[in-house]
Each structure stands twice: as C-alpha cells, then as structure tokens.
C-alpha cells in the first residue's frame, strides 16, 4: 500500500493523496463487488486506473476521480455523436464500458476479433480490449449467453458506462 500511495505521488498533477487515501480505496474495492475499477486523474488527464483482480462477478463497475486540477476542454462536440442505436430489448443484457477509452474488438490488428454476432459468452470470457493510458485493458462478460449486437466498431472512443454489446442470456 505504501509504495501505491509512493507511485501516486509521482504522477504529474496528483500531489495529494496519501496511504490513508488508497487504503480507503483499497477497501471500497473489496467491500463493494458492484465497483470494478477506480481511475485517479491528475491534471492533463494522468492517473492510475486499479482495478479488481478476483474473479467475483460485477454487476455495474464505477469510477471515482479525484480531481486534482482544472478540468480538462476539448470534449467532442455533439455533432460528431454516433447515432444512438434503437432501445433494447428488454431480454437483453448489455455488457458497458468499465472506462474511457479505445475499443479494439480483437488482441492485435489482423487477429480474429474476440467475439461476433452470434458468438456465446460466458462469465470471464474476454469480450473485446479497452486501451485507456497506453494500458490495454481485457474486458470481460459479466454474464452467459449469445452476443446479439455489438454497439461500437473497431478503434471507437468509448466512456464509460457506453454499451459495448448486448447479450441474449437465453439465446
């Protein structure tokens, strides 16, 4: 934990957290299953992302930022939006983005994407990769069944909370 907290400090614009700080988040972590992650930003979008290594499933990750600066512009504008898909079916489960991020539906450029339309998932199957801070992160499904949509292409801006794919559980 103290080296955690050590590492943290290095990191350009977070110059206040200590090890009682990442020692709550450390806590928050195990005793809350439903929160997967939790991202520091500091200024300048730097941070450390930790994220829950048990195998214990979650049912929405959250994030939690500690804003150590002011805040970051250069949003995208609402024009460049993709247009929202049509609601899901209530039968659906959707699998959403745990963060912000670059989705890459395959490994490696060229590689076989990791699941299709149709494709059966079950809980822990890497589904699809997110890259936040050059760190290439597998995401996982939550739940079994078939992948009925996948909301997002190859190389596509996703925030967190975004729909990544819903799932037919009985499918």
Known sequence: MQELAELLQNVPGIHAIDLKDVKRLAQLLRETPEIGSIEVKGWFGTGVVITRTASAPVSMPMAVSLPQGPPLSGAAPEAEAPARAPAPTPALKEIRSPMVGTFYK??????????????????????????????????????????????????????????????????
């Open 106 to 171: 395959a490994p490696e450029p060229g590689a076989e994407s990791y699941v299709k339309v149709g494709s059966r998932v079950t809980p822990g199957q890497t589904v699809c990769i997110i890259e936040a801070m050059k760190i290439m992160n597998e995401i996982e499904a939550e739940i079994a069944g078939t992948v009925r949509e996948i909301s997002v292409e190859d190389g596509q801006p996703v925030e967190f909370g975004q729909v990544l794919f819903r799932v037919d559980p009985n499918g």
